[in-house]
């Protein structure tokens, strides 16, 4: 799931679902009239060359109104595996002409509207629901009927399309016809509906593919091994800033502490840095250890942008460290054990080589190259200088004057393996 979720405006979404892509192409992305030979022949041919369900699913749904089906309002879901995400939805109307992807996290499973939901258990136990809304028995069914009937709406019908682990993938339809949907049209939505099934099916498997992905390795490495970068020295040398924190005192808290007391500890840290990377445009490509290891790409977001993101990153890094001391989770162990906790940051600018490396059957996609060494000796100097923050001159460089203001110059200091002396900042 994108980190940055939208406004849901005009619609309203329950806690725990949110909005993560929108389209409003409306009824010009199909045809205005069609037979349903023609819808049939769009899902055998042309639909299968869309590679987003959100364009997929909207243009679906409008081919259906050209072609007869008096179907006013469709939802799509699917479960996924994600660290943080349950599942994704689409959610057309032929009233406000908007289509959302839709997101929802653990929690929207426990929320009370969702159980009373008639889609509940069509997910949870593969049962086909359908509601005549135009009865007060079905429109106080539950408080979505209700609010479908308030509407207009007269009929609603909900099943499964496939299981997905424990839950079944599911389907929604809603009409403003008069009687509901006739005999005829249930008829002729099944037929369409089967095909459309094997789109949900295609777009599960690369959607779970790209979680994975995305998960295991990062947005970017995921992107291009998914693309076809999966040999051994396949990548690319590119400009970056590289990003480097370290935790102070890990080996003596690894002492003292169980095995999942300090994995909760470090979960906690490697949440909050990494949540600053990424709200930051930076990539993370592997946590060593007790260390994290990422990059902020100049190609994609400029030279100094690219710089003043890291340095941007690293201090709210630190801030969102400060605040897990200050108030610790109460899922923590005892704070007399491991707080403070403390972190070295480091910022180095350069060539890296992003791509695979490792053995002919086993590979990693990460960066190599001289300035990730450099970055790891600039990190290691936090503790000798007594400083959370360091960054070299490269970076300090093209920082804007007001990030350079903010900057102390420590002087200039030998790195191992480096020919001449660096100077360093602290921030």
Known sequence: MTRHVLDP???????????????????????????????????LHQATRIDDVLLMFEEFCWRCKAAG?????????????????????????????????????????????FRRNPLFNVMTEGQTIKVNLETEDGANSAPLMRELADEGFTSYVAWPLSAAGTN??????????AGGFSPDTKERIRGVIDLLALHVERHIVKRIARNVADTYLGPIAGRRVLDGDIRRGDGEAIEAVVFMSDMRGYTQLADRLSGPEVTAILNAYFDRVSTAVLDHGG??????????????DQHNLGEGAAAAAAVKAARAA?????????????????????????IGIGLHRGEVFFGNVGGEERLDFTVIGRAVNETSRVESLCKSLG???????PVRDVLSSDLQTGLNAMGEHALRGVGKPVAIFSA
Not at 77 to 94: C, D, K, M, N, Q
Not at 320 to 340: K, M
Not at 387 to 393: A, I, N, P, Q, V
């Open 9 to 43: 405006a005009p619609r309203i979404y329950a806690p725990h679902v949110y909005l993560i892509n929108r389209s409003r192409r409306g009824p010009v992305c199909a045809p205005q009239e069609q037979s349903l030979a023609d819808l049939h022949d769009w899902l």
């Open 69 to 113: 089906l008096d179907i006013d309002r469709a939802t799509l879901h699917f479960g996924t595996l994600h660290p943080r995400v349950i599942g994704f939805s689409w959610f057309w109307s032929a009233r406000d002409e908007i289509c959302d992807e839709i997101a929802a996290d653990a929690g929207a499973i426990d929320q009370e509207a």
């Open 168 to 177: 079944y993938n599911a389907m929604t339809l809603a009409t403003t016809q």
């Open 283 to 296: 990539d993370i490509l592997k946590f060593m250890g007790d260390g994290i290891l990422a990059v902020f």
């Open 318 to 342: 630190l801030a969102a460290i400060a605040g897990l001391n200050e108030t610790p989770p109460a899922d923590l162990p005892e704070p007399s054990y491991w707080r403070p906790l403390k």
């Open 387 to 393: 400083r959370e923050l360091l960054l070299t001159e």
